[in-house]
Nanobody
Framework: QVQVVESGGGLVQPGGSLRLSCAASGSIFRIYVMGWYRQAPGKQRELVAGFTSGGSVNYADSMRGRFTASRDIAKNTAFLEMNSLKPEDTAVYYC???????????WGQGTQVTVSS
């Protein structure tokens, strides 16, 4: 059973910063953190940053330049550094994990980020 745990969220004022962490474990197959997503109440889950096999990161337009995502494949971990946070960044943030063999996807419980004055 794959375990995915996101952490690091919290309450922050507009313009503030947070660093989110993701840790995945428990798979008998090779697994990869594929990216960061977020979901606000009443909204669809959206891509924040996606990791490519070539080692680059694709950011959604609204996050590009403010967020920095990284992953350590060997450790099955990923991070999301968020700067210049805006109220519209308020959401539950998730990391997406995929098995390289089965192509199954796994999600954690997410971590709440609230940007408010």
């Amino acid at each position: 059973q794959v375990q995915v745990v996101e952490s690091g969220g919290g309450l922050v004022q507009p313009g503030g910063s947070l660093r989110l962490s993701c840790a995945a474990s428990g798979s008998i197959f090779r697994i990869y953190v594929m990216g960061w997503y977020r979901q606000a109440p009443g909204k669809q889950r959206e891509l924040v940053a996606g990791f490519t096999s070539g080692g680059s990161v694709n950011y959604a337009d609204s996050m590009r330049g403010r967020f920095t995502a990284s992953r350590d494949i060997a450790k099955n971990t990923a991070f999301l550094e968020m700067n210049s946070l805006k109220p519209e960044d308020t959401a539950v943030y998730y990391c997406n994990v995929r098995s390289s063999i089965s192509a199954l996807e796994y999600w954690g419980q997410g971590t709440q980020v609230t940007v408010s004055s």
